[in-house]
């Protein structure tokens, strides 16, 4: 069977910017208010969930957060298989359109002071909606930057698909340590968190406009099953679908230690305000040190997984971040510096955007065009919402049972034990090195 990304021409020209920002744009206005929720936990609670007991308004705030992440495999399917029946760009459309009108409607919803039980109603119904469209993006957004970019860059141009979720965390930590420094505790309650969310929901008119540019890359030539785990023909013959399951269970494996890096950085601000009891501004300002590392090193290792190969990249970063999580939080729990707080935490997220960013490449590279979006989808969403959706919960509820500031440590060990075994068994999908391993024969 001919290798057909291999055989012909290599293609040198870049992706238009405009493709590429319309793709980044409405990917980082997704990720930007679904995850300010997180960032804003406390203050939610507070809004939606009043109660005399302590702690119990930020666990019931992160568990409306958790509810996100239930309907995201529902989005995954139903919005990746639009992707793969439909097109791409209609599958885009419908996401992004769903985010933005969730978006609003939760900025709106008054709190449980005036609306009673109807408020906390109204939360979790509009973060549902969240939930099932970002389900629903980064299936269709990741096949469409791997298929429409040159192949010796492929790696990168995925990689900006983490690089904008980043860079809108960072932009969500900008702006809330901006408010958290010039507002009291009180108005970043009242409204404070409401601004950060509707800041993102202006973007909306421009993201759908360049997104209606999109060409459509569904029924291109079928360039993917490059690698030992895949095959090019179709899922109904039994040897292919056996291939298939292998890299759908190491992804899914994959993708949850990543979910699992990704909301207990995300739960460092909570750590720090709730645990740590550090000022707001500090706690705040840990989102943009974080933030600047994640897109920095989601690049860096882009191009690192086109030079070097995708397993090399996330295998080598994984055993450093292995041995690097219970260091890094004894130091911020023993010293409570705020340079040994903010350090500590940008060395993990270094090397977890290292490990992380290669995976949803080989996933996608290993699937043929058909089911790619849907496939891509459906696994992603359904481990970021089994690992990552309960995440922040359960590292609150550790530390409450536990007494321990180590608590988020070991859970985050687990996870990279977890995904290091499966990077293991992972085999190699950049075709480049395919490319070059079969000439070495």
């Known amino acids: ?26 990917n980082a206005l997704e990720f930007y208010d679904f995850t300010t929720y997180g960032f804003f936990a406390v203050y939610i609670g507070h809004a939606f969930f009043p109660s005399t007991t302590p702690g119990a308004s930020l666990l019931l705030s992160l568990a409306t957060f958790g509810v996100g992440f239930i309907t ?4 995954g399917i139903v919005i990746g298989r639009i992707g793969d029946r439909i097109g791409r760009k209609p599958a885009m459309m419908l996401s992004f ?32 909606a969240q939930g099932f469209a970002l389900g629903g993006e980064v299936g269709p957004t990741t096949a469409y930057m791997v298929e429409a970019a040159p192949v010796h860059r492929r790696g990168f141009y995925a990689s900006l698909q983490f690089a904008s979720q980043d860079s809108a965390g960072l932009t969500a930590g900008i702006i809330g340590t901006s408010l958290a420094g010039l507002l009291a505790p009180q108005q970043l309650e009242d409204w404070g968190w409401r601004a950060v969310m509707l800041v993102g929901a202006c973007v909306v008119p421009f993201g759908l406009w360049l997104r209606r540019s999109l060409p459509e890359t569904l029924h291109g030539v079928d360039d993917a099953a490059l690698a030992p785990d895949a095959t090019a023909g179709s899922l109904q013959a039994p040897a292919g679908a056996r291939r298939h399951l292998r890299i759908v269970v190491l992804g899914l494996l994959i993708l949850g230690f990543g979910g699992v ?29 974080n933030g600047v590392a994640w897109v920095i090193f989601d690049l860096t290792s882009g191009l690192l997984s ?26 911020i729990g023993h010293y409570r510096s705020i340079l040994v707080f903010y350090s500590a935490s940008a060395w ?25 979006s849907g496939v891509v989808a459906t696994v992603y969403a359904f481990a970021i919402s089994i690992f990552g959706g309960s995440t922040q919960f359960i590292i609150t509820w ?20 977890i995904g290091l075994i499966a990077m293991l068994l992972m085999r190699e999908s950049s075709p480049l090195k395919i490319s070059a391993a079969k000439g070495t024969r």
């Open 72 to 75: 995201r495999p529902i989005g």
């Open 398 to 417: 550790l530390i409450g049972a536990t007494g321990s500031t180590l608590a988020p440590a070991w859970y985050w060990t687990g996870a990279t034990v």
């Open 97 to 128: 359109t769903i985010m933005g009108i969730a978006i609003v409607g939760m900025c709106l919803t008054p709190p449980y002071a005036r609306i009673g039980v109807a408020a906390p109603v109204l939360v979790v119904l509009f973060r549902l």
């Open 306 to 331: 086109d030079r070097f190969g995708r397993r090399p990249v996330m295998i080598v970063s994984a055993m450093l971040l292995l041995v690097s999580i219970l260091p890094a939080f004894w130091l």
């Open 261 to 289: 890096c990704s909301y207990t950085v995300e739960y460092m601000t909570t750590y720090a305000l709730n645990t740590l009891h550090r000022p707001a501004t500090e706690s705040f300002g840990v989102i943009i040190v």
């Open 348 to 372: 993990m997220v270094m090397l977890a955007a290292l490990a992380q960013t290669p995976v949803v490449v080989a996933l996608t590279e290993s699937l043929p065009r058909h089911i790619r």
């Open 1 to 26: 069977m001919t290798d057909l990304a291999i055989d012909r021409p290599m293609r040198a020209d870049a992706m238009p910017f405009r493709h590429v920002a319309a793709v980044t744009v409405g």
